[in-house]
């Protein structure tokens, strides 16, 4: 949506097509839900892009193996293509029992908290002992919503797998804060000790002190309230296995004690060992980073879709795409945000880095040969001719108002709908209702 505004501000026409009904991706659907005012602030932000009369919106149109190839794209004969799809995919655990009943990858436990259409309708159903594999701002999230805010929460406990200390954990403190009340403070002095002296070999202090000012502020405070249910913590351990009980759904999760060692770059890395132990859970969700969906048609590098090589600046961002298999650039494709370097930052971040990539298709297109506009109907009837119901600005607009006047009759906030189905019939509804008022 950035990258769209900059290209458009600077007079370009700009043909948006989006994977999802409505705009905003991780924004709209990956944003921790009861943080509306970030979310108000950004749909406004996107609404004023969608405002600009030279940008067009396509939503429902999956690019990739679905309604259009990058082929597809390439024959409207674009002056440029710039992929903004972000990291759809998700690393795997690759562990034996991974596939059991229970056992998600954070990601899309996300999309369904969030509403994100069709995950809603789908199992992810959470028991009473959790497990959490990694210890980053969407595990924190995911554990938010399993100890406070999930609606149908059955939860006891939550135990999070980190796989090494407590000073490399990567969430930011201001958001452990939104849990740390659930933590019992001596059992996580107990969990301290018991990894001390293996963080001790790469120079690492473990005192209530030290993490009280690096990475878990509540130990500041001595005197607190202790809420149920419990969060604790399992440092310096990694998933080995997932045991499936008789119905199919994980049962146990054996883990494998690490040792931590410093590594030729100054950092750490956790060695496992020989000794192992057993989690009794009947839930695991996994937040271990993201990767590039392959499907999307692009070729893939080492780091996700192949982007060019800047032999004089290796360190500064390449937003041009390429074939790694002939190093040779893709004429007018370019990449960025999470599309470019999966999980890299927030959306500050990711925003930043679409308007960077953004200025250098503006310079390119500036000595490109100009080539006829899209016509934005034309387009429209390609895709209906495809099967496909495109979603445009418009109906955006008359969608916003359903929600809306929704939220008020059921006193909320804010509300969306968790279907696409729901959504194209509130469309058509206010479609109905405009038409109405028109004629009275």
């Known amino acids: ?41 950004l749909r406004k932000q996107f609404a004023k892009v969608l405002g600009l009369p030279n940008v067009h919106y396509f939503g429902r149109v999956k690019i990739g193996v679905d309604d259009l190839t990058i082929e597809d794209l ?47 309708a789908m199992d992810y159903s959470t ?14 999230d995911v554990m938010r919503w399993l100890l406070r805010d999930g609606p149908e929460r059955q939860t006891e406990e939550v135990i999070v797998v980190a796989r090494r200390g407590p000073l490399e954990a ?12 659930h933590i019992l403070r001596e059992e996580f002095i107990q969990e301290i000790e018991r990894v001390k002296q293996r963080c001790a070999a790469c120079q690492q202090e473990l005192s209530p002190e030290v993490l009280a000012e ?21 440092f310096l351990c990694s998933p080995k296995e997932i045991i499936a009980g008789p119905d199919g759904r994980i049962e146990k999760l054996v883990v494998t004690e690490n040792e931590l060692r410093l590594n030729s ?62 190093s040779r650039r893709l004429e007018g494709i370019f990449v960025v945000g999470w599309a470019r370097r999966a999980s890299e930052g927030l959306v500050g971040v990711a925003r930043h880095d679409g308007e960077v990539g953004a200025a250098k298709v503006i310079e390119y297109l500036a000595s490109a040969p100009e080539k006829p506009s899209i016509n934005p109907e034309e387009l429209m009837a390609k895709l209906v001719a495809k099967g496909v119901r495109p979603i445009t600005k418009i109906e955006l607009e ?9 939220a008020q009759a059921r006193g909320l906030n804010s509300f969306k709908y968790s279907d696409d189905e729901s959504m194209l019939k509130a469309i058509d509804e206010e479609q109905v209702r405009a038409g109405l008022a028109v004629a009275s």
Do not use: C
Request: charged share 25%; glycine share 10%; net charge neutral.
């Open 74 to 120: 390439q024959e409207l004969q674009p002056s440029a293509l710039i992929i903004s799809s972000g990291a759809q995919g998700y690393k795997l655990l690759g562990l034996p029992g991974e596939y059991a009943k229970g056992v998600y990858s954070a990601k899309d436990f996300v999309y369904y908290y969030n509403q994100l259409p069709p995950y809603p």
């Open 214 to 234: 690096t990475t878990f502020p509540f130990l500041k405070n001595p005197i607190r309230e202790e809420l149920p249910p419990k969060l604790s913590f399992r």
């Open 265 to 326: 770059q100054g950092g750490t890395s956790a060695k496992a060992t020989g000794q192992t132990a057993e989690l009794e859970v009947d839930t695991m969700i996994f937040a271990i980073g993201d990767k590039h969906d392959p499907k999307l048609g692009l070729p893939m590098g080492q780091e996700g879709y192949a982007t060019a090589h800047n032999p004089e600046n290796p360190e500064a961002p390449v937003f041009e795409a390429s074939d790694p298999a002939t």
């Open 1 to 41: 949506m950035f990258a769209a505004q900059k290209i458009a501000v600077a007079g370009h026409q700009v043909v948006i097509f989006n994977r999802d009904l409505k705009p905003g991706g991780l924004v709209e659907y990956g944003i921790y839900p009861i943080k509306e005012k970030m979310k108000f602030g």
């Open 170 to 181: 990567k969430f930011d403190r201001k958001e452990i804060e939104h849990v740390d009340m």
């Open 127 to 140: 028991g009473k002992r959790i497990a959490i594999v990694g210890m980053g701002n969407v595990a924190v």
């Open 398 to 406: 008359w969608l916003g108002r359903a929600e809306a006047r929704e």
